[in-house]
Protein backbone atom coordinates (compact mmCIF):
# COMPACT_ATOMS: atom_id res chain seq x y z
CA UNK A 1 0.00 0.00 0.00
CA UNK A 2 1.69 3.61 -1.09
CA UNK A 3 0.81 5.63 1.54
CA UNK A 4 3.74 8.54 0.68
CA UNK A 5 1.36 10.65 -1.20
CA UNK A 6 -0.22 12.33 1.95
CA UNK A 7 3.35 12.69 3.56
CA UNK A 8 4.78 16.16 3.68
CA UNK A 9 7.97 17.17 2.62
CA UNK A 10 9.36 17.60 5.99
CA UNK A 11 8.16 13.91 6.90
CA UNK A 12 9.85 12.64 3.97
CA UNK A 13 13.34 14.39 4.75
CA UNK A 14 12.49 13.14 8.70
CA UNK A 15 11.79 9.42 7.82
CA UNK A 16 15.00 9.54 5.69
CA UNK A 17 17.10 10.83 8.23
CA UNK A 18 15.60 8.68 10.77
CA UNK A 19 16.05 5.51 8.26
CA UNK A 20 20.11 6.25 7.67
CA UNK A 21 20.49 6.71 11.63
CA UNK A 22 18.33 3.75 12.41
CA UNK A 23 20.52 1.62 9.66
CA UNK A 24 23.70 2.35 11.34
CA UNK A 25 22.29 1.26 14.82
CA UNK A 26 20.92 -2.06 13.10
CA UNK A 27 24.55 -2.74 11.17
CA UNK A 28 26.67 -0.79 12.89
CA UNK A 29 25.84 -1.75 16.32
CA UNK A 30 25.16 -5.38 16.11
CA UNK A 31 29.01 -5.66 14.83
CA UNK A 32 30.45 -3.30 17.73
CA UNK A 33 27.91 -5.50 20.28
CA UNK A 34 28.58 -8.72 18.99
CA UNK A 35 32.65 -7.93 19.39
CA UNK A 36 32.04 -6.51 22.99
CA UNK A 37 33.78 -2.83 21.98
CA UNK A 38 33.80 -0.81 25.22
CA UNK A 39 31.92 1.95 24.74
CA UNK A 40 29.71 0.95 21.65
CA UNK A 41 26.86 2.81 22.77
CA UNK A 42 28.53 6.04 23.17
CA UNK A 43 30.17 5.32 19.35
CA UNK A 44 26.73 4.36 18.08
CA UNK A 45 25.50 8.04 19.57
CA UNK A 46 28.72 9.94 17.57
CA UNK A 47 27.23 8.74 14.31
CA UNK A 48 23.77 9.44 14.70
CA UNK A 49 25.14 13.23 15.48
CA UNK A 50 26.98 13.36 12.73
CA UNK A 51 24.40 11.77 10.39
CA UNK A 52 21.82 15.19 11.88
CA UNK A 53 24.68 17.52 11.65
CA UNK A 54 26.43 16.82 8.64
CA UNK A 55 22.40 16.37 6.44
CA UNK A 56 21.69 20.32 8.05
CA UNK A 57 23.98 21.39 5.82
CA UNK A 58 21.59 20.46 2.97
CA UNK A 59 18.23 20.11 4.83
CA UNK A 60 17.32 23.16 6.51
CA UNK A 61 13.90 23.11 7.96
CA UNK A 62 13.00 23.29 11.65
CA UNK A 63 11.77 20.33 13.26
CA UNK A 64 13.92 17.51 11.29
CA UNK A 65 16.18 16.55 14.41
CA UNK A 66 13.63 15.41 16.43
CA UNK A 67 10.94 14.08 13.84
CA UNK A 68 14.52 12.04 12.54
CA UNK A 69 15.32 10.92 16.32
CA UNK A 70 11.22 9.87 17.12
CA UNK A 71 11.34 7.80 13.80
CA UNK A 72 14.60 6.03 14.55
CA UNK A 73 13.34 5.32 17.82
CA UNK A 74 10.20 3.39 16.67
CA UNK A 75 12.33 1.51 14.14
CA UNK A 76 14.00 0.25 17.05
CA UNK A 77 10.82 -1.41 18.40
CA UNK A 78 12.13 -4.04 15.28
CA UNK A 79 14.78 -5.12 17.25
CA UNK A 80 15.16 -8.62 17.88
CA UNK A 81 16.14 -7.36 21.05
CA UNK A 82 14.43 -7.94 24.26
CA UNK A 83 15.80 -3.93 25.27
CA UNK A 84 14.35 -1.80 23.48
CA UNK A 85 13.24 0.85 25.96
CA UNK A 86 16.35 2.22 26.76
CA UNK A 87 17.90 2.81 23.44
CA UNK A 88 14.27 4.33 22.12
CA UNK A 89 14.26 7.02 25.29
CA UNK A 90 18.28 6.99 24.81
CA UNK A 91 17.74 8.38 20.70
CA UNK A 92 14.78 10.59 20.87
CA UNK A 93 15.92 12.16 23.76
CA UNK A 94 19.05 12.99 22.03
CA UNK A 95 17.37 13.97 18.73
CA UNK A 96 15.12 16.45 21.17
CA UNK A 97 18.67 17.99 22.83
CA UNK A 98 19.75 18.65 19.60
CA UNK A 99 16.63 20.62 18.53
CA UNK A 100 16.34 22.57 21.33
CA UNK A 101 20.18 23.37 21.16
CA UNK A 102 20.13 24.48 17.24
CA UNK A 103 16.94 26.26 17.76
CA UNK A 104 18.78 28.41 20.71
CA UNK A 105 22.10 28.76 18.88
CA UNK A 106 21.12 28.12 15.63
CA UNK A 107 22.54 25.61 13.04
CA UNK A 108 26.35 27.06 13.99
CA UNK A 109 29.31 25.43 15.24
CA UNK A 110 28.64 26.97 18.53
CA UNK A 111 24.98 25.30 17.98
CA UNK A 112 26.32 22.03 16.91
CA UNK A 113 28.78 21.71 19.61
CA UNK A 114 26.05 22.07 22.31
CA UNK A 115 23.89 20.13 21.02
CA UNK A 116 26.98 16.94 20.15
CA UNK A 117 28.20 17.49 24.48
CA UNK A 118 24.03 17.18 25.42
CA UNK A 119 23.32 14.54 23.13
CA UNK A 120 26.36 12.89 24.24
CA UNK A 121 26.09 13.09 27.72
CA UNK A 122 22.56 11.90 27.78
CA UNK A 123 23.90 8.81 27.75
CA UNK A 124 25.78 8.70 31.35
CA UNK A 125 22.97 10.81 32.98
CA UNK A 126 20.64 7.76 31.57
CA UNK A 127 22.92 4.91 32.80
CA UNK A 128 23.08 6.51 36.12
CA UNK A 129 19.05 6.97 35.80
CA UNK A 130 19.07 2.93 35.01
CA UNK A 131 21.54 2.08 37.86
CA UNK A 132 18.35 4.12 39.93
CA UNK A 133 15.76 2.47 38.15
CA UNK A 134 16.70 -1.22 38.19
CA UNK A 135 18.36 -1.12 41.58
CA UNK A 136 16.32 1.76 43.86
CA UNK A 137 17.76 4.27 45.31
CA UNK A 138 20.16 1.70 47.64
CA UNK A 139 22.90 2.05 44.64
CA UNK A 140 23.15 5.24 45.28
CA UNK A 141 23.75 4.91 49.27
CA UNK A 142 26.46 2.31 48.30
CA UNK A 143 28.29 4.69 46.06
CA UNK A 144 28.46 7.20 48.12
CA UNK A 145 29.18 4.91 51.25
CA UNK A 146 32.08 3.20 49.07
CA UNK A 147 33.37 6.23 48.07
CA UNK A 148 33.55 7.56 51.29
CA UNK A 149 35.51 4.79 52.89
CA UNK A 150 37.87 5.61 49.55
CA UNK A 151 38.37 9.05 51.35
CA UNK A 152 39.19 7.64 54.66
CA UNK A 153 41.63 4.86 53.31
CA UNK A 154 43.15 7.45 50.96
CA UNK A 155 43.38 10.36 53.41
CA UNK A 156 41.76 12.65 51.70
CA UNK A 157 40.94 15.64 52.65
CA UNK A 158 38.30 16.66 50.37
CA UNK A 159 34.83 15.26 48.95
CA UNK A 160 35.46 12.85 45.64
CA UNK A 161 31.58 11.69 46.07
CA UNK A 162 31.41 13.61 42.46
CA UNK A 163 35.01 13.34 40.84
CA UNK A 164 34.40 10.16 38.93
CA UNK A 165 30.91 11.33 37.72
CA UNK A 166 32.55 14.88 36.85
CA UNK A 167 35.12 12.88 35.29
CA UNK A 168 32.92 10.78 33.17
CA UNK A 169 31.28 13.58 32.32
CA UNK A 170 33.81 15.51 30.94
CA UNK A 171 34.86 12.47 28.81
CA UNK A 172 31.54 12.30 27.30
CA UNK A 173 31.46 16.06 26.27
CA UNK A 174 35.17 15.98 24.71
CA UNK A 175 33.73 12.95 23.04
CA UNK A 176 30.45 14.91 21.75
CA UNK A 177 32.89 17.71 20.85
CA UNK A 178 34.95 15.45 18.78
CA UNK A 179 31.69 14.03 16.93
CA UNK A 180 30.68 17.54 16.23
CA UNK A 181 33.85 18.56 14.71
CA UNK A 182 33.19 15.12 11.98
CA UNK A 183 29.87 15.80 11.26
CA UNK A 184 30.60 19.59 10.41
CA UNK A 185 33.33 18.42 8.47
CA UNK A 186 31.10 16.14 6.42
CA UNK A 187 28.36 18.51 5.66
CA UNK A 188 30.50 20.97 4.64
CA UNK A 189 32.20 18.82 2.02
CA UNK A 190 28.67 17.49 1.51
CA UNK A 191 27.65 20.72 0.66
CA UNK A 192 30.67 21.37 -1.34
CA UNK A 193 30.65 18.72 -3.69
CA UNK A 194 26.76 17.96 -3.89
CA UNK A 195 26.60 18.65 -7.49
CA UNK A 196 28.64 16.01 -8.21
CA UNK A 197 27.38 13.12 -5.85
CA UNK A 198 27.95 9.87 -7.11
CA UNK A 199 25.58 6.77 -7.22
CA UNK A 200 27.39 5.16 -3.95
CA UNK A 201 28.49 1.68 -4.68
CA UNK A 202 27.11 -1.10 -1.78
CA UNK A 203 29.98 -2.22 -0.28
CA UNK A 204 28.54 -4.83 2.10
CA UNK A 205 24.96 -5.70 0.50
CA UNK A 206 23.02 -7.19 2.84
CA UNK A 207 19.51 -9.42 2.81
CA UNK A 208 16.10 -6.73 3.12
CA UNK A 209 15.21 -6.16 6.44
CA UNK A 210 11.42 -6.70 6.85
CA UNK A 211 9.52 -5.91 9.52
CA UNK A 212 6.89 -8.07 10.88
CA UNK A 213 5.13 -10.22 13.96
CA UNK A 214 5.72 -13.99 15.29
CA UNK A 215 2.49 -14.69 13.87
CA UNK A 216 2.76 -17.81 16.61
CA UNK A 217 2.59 -15.69 18.75
CA UNK A 218 -1.32 -14.89 20.48
CA UNK A 219 -1.22 -11.03 21.08
CA UNK A 220 -3.57 -10.21 23.73
CA UNK A 221 -4.61 -6.41 25.17
CA UNK A 222 -5.44 -8.52 28.29
CA UNK A 223 -2.45 -9.86 28.97
CA UNK A 224 -0.61 -6.68 28.30
CA UNK A 225 -2.81 -4.84 31.26
CA UNK A 226 -2.28 -7.93 33.64
CA UNK A 227 1.50 -7.18 32.22
CA UNK A 228 1.28 -4.10 33.94
CA UNK A 229 -0.24 -4.25 37.22
CA UNK A 230 1.98 -7.26 37.75
CA UNK A 231 4.47 -4.69 37.32
CA UNK A 232 3.47 -2.14 39.47
CA UNK A 233 2.36 -4.60 42.15
CA UNK A 234 6.05 -6.54 42.18
CA UNK A 235 8.03 -3.32 42.83
CA UNK A 236 5.52 -2.52 45.52
CA UNK A 237 5.89 -5.64 47.57
CA UNK A 238 10.11 -5.35 47.25
CA UNK A 239 9.69 -2.11 48.70
CA UNK A 240 7.05 -2.96 51.56
CA UNK A 241 6.73 -6.45 52.19
CA UNK A 242 9.10 -9.37 53.64
CA UNK A 243 11.37 -11.22 51.37
CA UNK A 244 9.09 -14.04 51.82
CA UNK A 245 6.62 -12.80 50.25
CA UNK A 246 8.58 -10.75 47.21
CA UNK A 247 10.65 -13.77 46.62
CA UNK A 248 8.20 -16.09 45.59
CA UNK A 249 6.00 -13.60 43.97
CA UNK A 250 8.72 -12.38 41.36
CA UNK A 251 9.81 -16.01 40.84
CA UNK A 252 6.15 -17.33 40.40
CA UNK A 253 6.03 -14.21 37.67
CA UNK A 254 9.19 -14.67 35.95
CA UNK A 255 7.98 -18.10 35.55
CA UNK A 256 4.98 -17.38 34.13
CA UNK A 257 6.79 -14.85 31.56
CA UNK A 258 9.07 -17.84 30.99
CA UNK A 259 6.08 -19.70 29.41
CA UNK A 260 4.78 -17.06 27.68
CA UNK A 261 7.06 -14.94 26.64
CA UNK A 262 10.67 -16.74 25.38
CA UNK A 263 12.21 -13.24 24.62
CA UNK A 264 11.82 -11.84 27.60
CA UNK A 265 14.08 -14.20 29.56
CA UNK A 266 17.86 -13.19 26.82
CA UNK A 267 18.81 -10.50 29.30
CA UNK A 268 18.64 -13.52 32.12
CA UNK A 269 20.30 -16.02 30.09
CA UNK A 270 23.42 -13.96 29.18
CA UNK A 271 26.39 -14.39 32.03
CA UNK A 272 26.45 -10.74 32.19
CA UNK A 273 23.94 -10.48 34.04
CA UNK A 274 24.37 -13.03 36.87
CA UNK A 275 28.02 -11.74 37.06
CA UNK A 276 26.59 -8.54 37.91
CA UNK A 277 24.06 -10.05 40.15
CA UNK A 278 26.74 -11.36 42.23
CA UNK A 279 28.65 -8.20 42.20
CA UNK A 280 25.77 -5.62 43.25
CA UNK A 281 24.68 -8.59 46.10
CA UNK A 282 28.46 -8.67 47.35
CA UNK A 283 29.59 -5.14 47.21
CA UNK A 284 26.32 -4.10 49.43
CA UNK A 285 27.04 -6.63 52.01
CA UNK A 286 30.61 -5.43 51.78
CA UNK A 287 29.32 -1.38 52.43
CA UNK A 288 27.10 -2.76 55.51
CA UNK A 289 29.59 -4.55 56.75
CA UNK A 290 32.33 -2.49 56.59
CA UNK A 291 31.07 1.28 57.02
CA UNK A 292 27.92 -0.32 59.84
CA UNK A 293 29.60 -3.07 62.00
CA UNK A 294 26.39 -4.22 63.34
CA UNK A 295 25.66 -7.57 63.84
CA UNK A 296 23.30 -8.48 61.61
CA UNK A 297 24.64 -6.09 59.06
CA UNK A 298 26.38 -8.95 56.79
CA UNK A 299 22.70 -10.40 56.46
CA UNK A 300 21.39 -6.90 55.96
CA UNK A 301 23.63 -6.32 53.01
CA UNK A 302 22.89 -9.66 51.70
CA UNK A 303 18.93 -9.35 51.40
CA UNK A 304 19.35 -5.74 50.37
CA UNK A 305 21.55 -6.94 47.66
CA UNK A 306 19.49 -9.44 46.89
CA UNK A 307 16.63 -7.33 46.56
CA UNK A 308 18.22 -4.92 44.31
CA UNK A 309 18.91 -7.39 42.08
CA UNK A 310 15.12 -9.07 41.97
CA UNK A 311 13.93 -5.37 41.40
CA UNK A 312 16.33 -5.31 38.60
CA UNK A 313 14.55 -8.35 37.25
CA UNK A 314 11.55 -7.32 37.28
CA UNK A 315 12.38 -4.21 35.27
CA UNK A 316 14.21 -6.00 32.90
CA UNK A 317 12.16 -9.12 32.03
CA UNK A 318 9.06 -6.81 32.76
CA UNK A 319 10.07 -4.23 29.92
CA UNK A 320 10.91 -6.80 27.45
CA UNK A 321 7.32 -8.69 28.18
CA UNK A 322 5.28 -5.18 27.74
CA UNK A 323 7.74 -4.48 24.54
CA UNK A 324 6.70 -8.08 23.51
CA UNK A 325 2.45 -7.45 23.55
CA UNK A 326 3.07 -4.01 22.07
CA UNK A 327 3.94 -5.50 18.40
CA UNK A 328 0.07 -6.35 18.65
CA UNK A 329 -1.18 -5.67 15.10
CA UNK A 330 -4.21 -4.22 16.66
CA UNK A 331 -2.28 -1.50 18.66
CA UNK A 332 -0.71 -0.65 16.00
CA UNK A 333 -3.81 -0.37 13.34
CA UNK A 334 -5.02 1.95 16.57
CA UNK A 335 -2.31 4.31 16.03
CA UNK A 336 -2.89 4.31 11.94
CA UNK A 337 -6.28 5.27 12.87
CA UNK A 338 -5.54 8.18 14.79
CA UNK A 339 -5.90 12.01 13.38
CA UNK A 340 -1.81 12.15 13.60
CA UNK A 341 -1.41 10.02 10.77
CA UNK A 342 2.08 11.26 9.18
CA UNK A 343 3.93 9.37 11.69
CA UNK A 344 2.86 6.14 10.91
CA UNK A 345 3.18 7.36 7.04
CA UNK A 346 6.27 7.84 7.83
CA UNK A 347 7.29 4.66 9.15
CA UNK A 348 5.91 2.71 6.55
CA UNK A 349 8.28 4.84 4.32
CA UNK A 350 11.03 3.87 6.11
CA UNK A 351 10.92 0.54 5.98
CA UNK A 352 10.88 0.50 2.99
CA UNK A 353 13.66 2.50 2.57
CA UNK A 354 15.51 0.59 5.27
CA UNK A 355 17.05 -2.47 3.02
CA UNK A 356 18.79 -0.25 0.32
CA UNK A 357 19.93 2.14 3.23
CA UNK A 358 21.23 -0.86 5.05
CA UNK A 359 22.97 -2.02 1.79
CA UNK A 360 24.59 1.20 0.78
CA UNK A 361 26.52 1.50 4.38
CA UNK A 362 30.41 0.56 4.06
CA UNK A 363 31.56 -1.83 6.31
CA UNK A 364 33.49 -1.27 9.83
CA UNK A 365 37.22 -1.00 9.21
CA UNK A 366 36.15 1.69 6.53
CA UNK A 367 34.44 3.95 8.89
CA UNK A 368 37.59 3.48 11.28
CA UNK A 369 39.90 4.69 8.48
CA UNK A 370 38.02 7.55 6.98
CA UNK A 371 34.77 8.43 9.19
CA UNK A 372 34.06 11.42 7.31
CA UNK A 373 33.95 9.73 3.63
CA UNK A 374 31.65 6.82 5.19
CA UNK A 375 29.11 9.47 6.18
CA UNK A 376 29.08 11.37 3.20
CA UNK A 377 28.35 8.55 1.09
CA UNK A 378 25.40 7.92 3.81
CA UNK A 379 23.80 11.05 3.32
CA UNK A 380 24.68 11.75 -0.43
CA UNK A 381 22.24 8.26 -0.67
CA UNK A 382 19.43 9.64 1.49
CA UNK A 383 19.33 12.79 -0.75
CA UNK A 384 19.39 10.26 -3.62
CA UNK A 385 16.43 8.41 -1.66
CA UNK A 386 14.82 11.65 -1.02
CA UNK A 387 14.62 12.63 -4.77
CA UNK A 388 13.14 9.68 -6.01
CA UNK A 389 10.65 9.73 -3.30
CA UNK A 390 9.94 13.24 -3.99
CA UNK A 391 9.49 11.63 -7.82
CA UNK A 392 6.71 9.31 -6.75
CA UNK A 393 4.88 11.43 -4.19
CA UNK A 394 3.20 13.65 -7.03
CA UNK A 395 -0.25 11.88 -7.59
CA UNK A 396 -2.67 14.04 -6.17
CA UNK A 397 -5.57 12.29 -4.94
CA UNK A 398 -9.61 14.05 -5.98
CA UNK A 399 -12.28 13.19 -4.21
CA UNK A 400 -16.07 13.38 -5.62
CA UNK A 401 -19.01 13.63 -3.95
CA UNK A 402 -22.01 12.93 -5.80
CA UNK A 403 -25.57 13.71 -4.29
CA UNK A 404 -28.53 15.31 -5.48
CA UNK A 405 -32.54 13.87 -5.01
CA UNK A 406 -33.60 10.59 -5.49
CA UNK A 407 -34.46 9.41 -9.02
CA UNK A 408 -32.41 11.73 -10.60
CA UNK A 409 -29.88 9.08 -11.97
CA UNK A 410 -26.84 9.21 -9.57
CA UNK A 411 -26.46 5.13 -10.27
CA UNK A 412 -26.63 5.91 -14.57
CA UNK A 413 -23.99 8.09 -14.00
CA UNK A 414 -21.76 5.84 -12.01
CA UNK A 415 -22.10 3.23 -14.08
CA UNK A 416 -21.01 5.80 -17.00
CA UNK A 417 -18.41 6.26 -14.90
CA UNK A 418 -16.92 3.09 -14.26
CA UNK A 419 -17.51 1.72 -17.64
CA UNK A 420 -15.49 4.69 -18.98
CA UNK A 421 -12.58 4.14 -16.51
CA UNK A 422 -12.38 0.81 -17.22
CA UNK A 423 -11.20 1.49 -20.51
CA UNK A 424 -8.29 3.64 -19.14
CA UNK A 425 -5.33 2.59 -18.07
CA UNK A 426 -6.34 2.25 -14.21
CA UNK A 427 -8.18 -0.57 -12.22
CA UNK A 428 -11.57 0.28 -10.67
CA UNK A 429 -13.10 -1.09 -7.58
CA UNK A 430 -15.69 -0.84 -4.75
CA UNK A 431 -19.76 -1.25 -5.28
CA UNK A 432 -22.60 0.23 -6.38
CA UNK A 433 -26.10 -0.73 -5.90
CA UNK A 434 -28.51 -1.22 -8.55
CA UNK A 435 -32.24 -0.85 -8.36
CA UNK A 436 -34.41 -4.07 -8.90
CA UNK A 437 -37.70 -3.46 -10.42
CA UNK A 438 -40.64 -5.91 -11.14
CA UNK A 439 -43.93 -4.42 -13.01
CA UNK A 440 -42.52 -1.15 -12.64
CA UNK A 441 -42.40 -1.65 -8.84
CA UNK A 442 -39.17 -1.40 -7.26
CA UNK A 443 -38.30 -4.58 -5.49
CA UNK A 444 -35.32 -3.79 -3.96
CA UNK A 445 -31.26 -3.35 -4.58
CA UNK A 446 -28.26 -5.87 -5.09
CA UNK A 447 -25.09 -4.96 -4.41
CA UNK A 448 -22.50 -4.84 -7.30
CA UNK A 449 -18.68 -5.62 -7.31
CA UNK A 450 -17.52 -2.89 -9.71
CA UNK A 451 -14.08 -5.20 -10.39
CA UNK A 452 -16.02 -8.27 -10.87
CA UNK A 453 -19.85 -7.19 -12.19
CA UNK A 454 -20.66 -10.08 -9.70
CA UNK A 455 -24.05 -9.27 -7.83
CA UNK A 456 -26.08 -9.95 -5.10
CA UNK A 457 -29.17 -9.25 -3.27
CA UNK A 458 -28.99 -6.22 -0.67
CA UNK A 459 -32.39 -4.48 0.15
CA UNK A 460 -35.79 -6.22 -0.54
CA UNK A 461 -39.16 -5.45 0.27
CA UNK A 462 -40.42 -8.89 1.43
CA UNK A 463 -41.84 -9.69 4.99
CA UNK A 464 -39.29 -11.79 6.31
CA UNK A 465 -39.38 -11.13 9.82
CA UNK A 466 -35.78 -12.63 11.10
CA UNK A 467 -34.07 -10.58 8.72
CA UNK A 468 -32.62 -6.91 9.54
CA UNK A 469 -34.86 -3.83 8.85
CA UNK A 470 -33.82 -0.66 6.94
CA UNK A 471 -36.72 1.54 6.84
CA UNK A 472 -39.38 -0.46 4.61
CA UNK A 473 -36.24 -3.11 3.41
CA UNK A 474 -34.77 -6.15 4.48
CA UNK A 475 -30.89 -6.36 4.50
CA UNK A 476 -29.90 -9.46 2.97
CA UNK A 477 -26.75 -10.74 4.78
CA UNK A 478 -25.33 -12.19 1.26
CA UNK A 479 -25.48 -8.47 -0.13
CA UNK A 480 -23.68 -7.30 3.24
CA UNK A 481 -20.84 -10.15 2.99
CA UNK A 482 -20.44 -8.89 -1.17
CA UNK A 483 -20.45 -5.59 -0.35
CA UNK A 484 -17.67 -6.07 2.23
CA UNK A 485 -15.39 -8.17 0.12
CA UNK A 486 -15.77 -6.40 -2.68
CA UNK A 487 -14.57 -2.81 -0.71
CA UNK A 488 -11.64 -5.01 0.98
CA UNK A 489 -10.35 -5.86 -2.48
CA UNK A 490 -10.41 -2.56 -3.54
CA UNK A 491 -7.36 -2.11 -0.87
CA UNK A 492 -5.20 -3.55 -3.26
CA UNK A 493 -2.88 -1.16 -4.68
CA UNK A 494 -3.12 -1.47 -8.54
CA UNK A 495 -6.38 -0.06 -7.80
CA UNK A 496 -6.66 3.72 -8.64
CA UNK A 497 -10.29 4.25 -8.34
CA UNK A 498 -12.68 3.44 -5.52
CA UNK A 499 -16.71 4.03 -5.94
CA UNK A 500 -19.22 3.45 -2.98
CA UNK A 501 -22.76 4.11 -4.25
CA UNK A 502 -25.65 5.12 -1.72
CA UNK A 503 -24.11 5.87 1.72
CA UNK A 504 -26.77 6.90 3.93
CA UNK A 505 -28.27 5.89 7.17
CA UNK A 506 -26.97 2.92 7.57
CA UNK A 507 -23.51 4.38 8.01
CA UNK A 508 -24.68 6.86 9.87
CA UNK A 509 -25.13 4.09 12.83
CA UNK A 510 -21.55 2.91 12.67
CA UNK A 511 -22.57 -0.68 10.00
CA UNK A 512 -22.77 -0.85 6.40
CA UNK A 513 -19.52 0.20 4.99
CA UNK A 514 -18.61 2.87 7.46
CA UNK A 515 -15.28 0.74 8.20
CA UNK A 516 -14.17 0.75 4.97
CA UNK A 517 -15.65 4.51 4.67
CA UNK A 518 -12.64 5.58 7.15
CA UNK A 519 -10.17 2.95 6.01
CA UNK A 520 -10.08 4.19 2.18
CA UNK A 521 -10.16 7.74 3.32
CA UNK A 522 -6.59 6.71 4.83
CA UNK A 523 -5.75 5.47 1.43
CA UNK A 524 -4.15 8.67 -0.33
CA UNK A 525 -3.15 6.79 -3.83
CA UNK A 526 -6.70 6.63 -4.93
CA UNK A 527 -9.45 8.44 -6.35
CA UNK A 528 -12.61 8.14 -4.79
CA UNK A 529 -16.41 8.30 -5.91
CA UNK A 530 -18.82 8.51 -3.18
CA UNK A 531 -22.59 8.50 -4.23
CA UNK A 532 -24.34 10.04 -1.10
CA UNK A 533 -28.21 10.87 -0.60
CA UNK A 534 -29.02 14.15 -0.21
CA UNK A 535 -30.61 13.78 2.95
CA UNK A 536 -28.01 12.16 4.37
CA UNK A 537 -24.75 14.57 2.97
CA UNK A 538 -23.91 17.09 5.94
CA UNK A 539 -23.82 14.58 8.34
CA UNK A 540 -21.99 12.20 6.30
CA UNK A 541 -19.50 14.90 5.72
CA UNK A 542 -19.05 15.90 9.53
CA UNK A 543 -19.22 12.25 10.55
CA UNK A 544 -15.94 11.19 8.48
CA UNK A 545 -14.34 14.79 8.71
CA UNK A 546 -13.88 14.91 4.67
CA UNK A 547 -11.15 17.21 3.03
CA UNK A 548 -10.45 18.55 -0.32
CA UNK A 549 -13.22 17.41 -1.78
CA UNK A 550 -15.87 18.45 -4.52
CA UNK A 551 -19.27 17.94 -4.17
CA UNK A 552 -21.16 17.49 -7.54
CA UNK A 553 -24.99 17.78 -7.43
CA UNK A 554 -27.26 15.42 -9.90
CA UNK A 555 -30.23 17.31 -10.87
CA UNK A 556 -31.54 14.28 -14.08
CA UNK A 557 -30.50 16.91 -17.04
CA UNK A 558 -27.02 17.72 -16.20
CA UNK A 559 -25.50 14.10 -15.78
CA UNK A 560 -23.74 13.92 -19.14
CA UNK A 561 -21.90 17.38 -17.94
CA UNK A 562 -21.25 16.17 -14.62
CA UNK A 563 -19.49 13.06 -16.02
CA UNK A 564 -17.25 15.02 -18.26
CA UNK A 565 -16.52 17.21 -15.29
CA UNK A 566 -15.29 14.64 -13.35
CA UNK A 567 -13.44 13.36 -16.23
CA UNK A 568 -11.98 15.89 -16.50
CA UNK A 569 -10.65 16.69 -13.59
CA UNK A 570 -9.17 13.24 -13.11
CA UNK A 571 -6.97 13.62 -16.19
CA UNK A 572 -5.54 16.32 -15.17
Not at 208 to 214: K, T
Amino acid sequence: MDRKAVLSEKWIKASIIGTTWAASEIVLGGFLHNLRIPFSGNILTAIGIVILISVSYIWTEKGLFWRAGLICALMKTMSPSAVIFGPMIAIFSESLLFEMSTRLLGRTIPGFILASALAMSWNLFQKIANFIIFYGFNIVEIYANLLTYAERQLRLQFDIVWLPIFVLLAAYIIFGVFAAIIGIKTGRKLLAQRQDAQPVNTTNPMAPFVPGNDTRFRYSIGWLSVNLFLIIGLLAMLNYLDWMYWSASVTAVVIVWAIRYNRALRQLSKPRFWLFFVFITMITAFVFTKLQGEANSLAEGLLTGIRMNFRATVIIVGFAVLGTELYNPRIRAFFLKTSFKQLPLALELSFESLPSIIGSIPGFKSLVKNPVSVIYAMISHAESRFGELSRKTSFQRKVFIITGPSGTGKTSLIKSLIAHLKDGPFRVGGIYSEKIMANDTLEGYDIVDVQSGEREAFLRITAAEKLEKLGRFVIFPGGVERGLLALEKSKDPGIRFVVIDEIGALELKNRGWSDNIREILNEPNKHLIFVIRESALKEVLEKWNFRDYAVITVSGTNNQEVLQEIIGQISK
